[in-house]
């Protein structure tokens, strides 16, 4: 089972340079959502989304852009990368609803570096 | 408004010695609570989900206690490979959104 699985790993931006880091899942979740993870400040929600078509911004979505035309893929742009914008980036996934199992499953992360 | 405290920060043991990390939490209508263990360099990883209030589940070395103000998970008689950093989150009402502490630290050693 691959779960949810984010590229790339690591990758080096200029500021002001545009970039997509990609989600992916198979597991038919329909909830999807980005997290940033930064020292001492824990996972803050990004932008989400409830299924294919819907999104919603989440705690901190300024800078950031997200599409869901599938159920599998859940891509995050940033439009123009900014210093502040260094952090881990963490996709999530699970089902949503009244699902009683409703756990999100974690990608490996994204280590963005904008320098 | 919505808020989750992990204590403490960070938490040495030594192996064999049992302890405890703290989730305190405020939210509109819990939908659940979850633990999940972090690796450095890695994704964090599913431990349990709590629903009520006294409900406690386990896994191994792990037990996951759940009342409703606070969440503890106990460690008995931890070993290395039990060192990580443990995070709790919550959800509520009818949203999915997850609401993360900050985490706690574990370091056990032989």
């Known amino acids: 089972n691959a779960g949810v699985t984010q590229t790339p790993k690591f990758q080096v931006l200029k500021t002001g340079q545009s970039m997509t880091l990609q989600c992916a899942q198979d597991?038919?979740?329909?909830?999807m959502s980005w997290y940033r993870q930064d020292p001492g400040m824990g996972l803050r929600l990004i932008h989400y989304?409830?299924?294919?078509?819907?999104?919603d911004q989440g705690e901190v979505p300024n800078g950031y852009n997200v599409s869901r035309s599938t159920t599998e893929d859940f891509p995050l742009r940033l439009l123009s990368a900014a210093p502040s914008q260094t952090s881990v980036y963490f996709c999530a996934s699970s089902y949503g609803g009244g699902a009683r199992n409703t756990e999100a499953f974690f990608g490996q992360g994204t280590r963005l570096t904008v320098v | 408004e919505d808020q989750v405290t992990q204590s403490p920060e960070a938490l040495r043991l030594q192996e064999g010695e049992s302890s405890s990390l703290n989730c305190s939490y405020t939210v509109s209508g819990l939908r659940g609570l979850f633990w999940y263990r972090q690796d450095p360099g890695k994704g964090p990883e599913f431990l349990f989900t709590?629903?009520?209030a006294g409900e406690e589940k386990e896994k191994e070395r792990l037990k996951a206690t759940l009342t409703k103000k606070e969440s503890f998970l106990h460690i008995t008689a931890p070993k290395p490979e039990d060192s990580a950093t443990y995070l709790c989150a919550v959800k509520r009402g009818n949203t999915d959104k997850l609401i993360f502490g900050t985490g706690t630290r574990l370091q056990v050693f032989p």
């Open positions: 597991m038919n979740h329909e909830y």
């Open positions: 989304s409830v299924g294919a078509g819907i999104t």
């Open positions: 709590l629903y009520s």
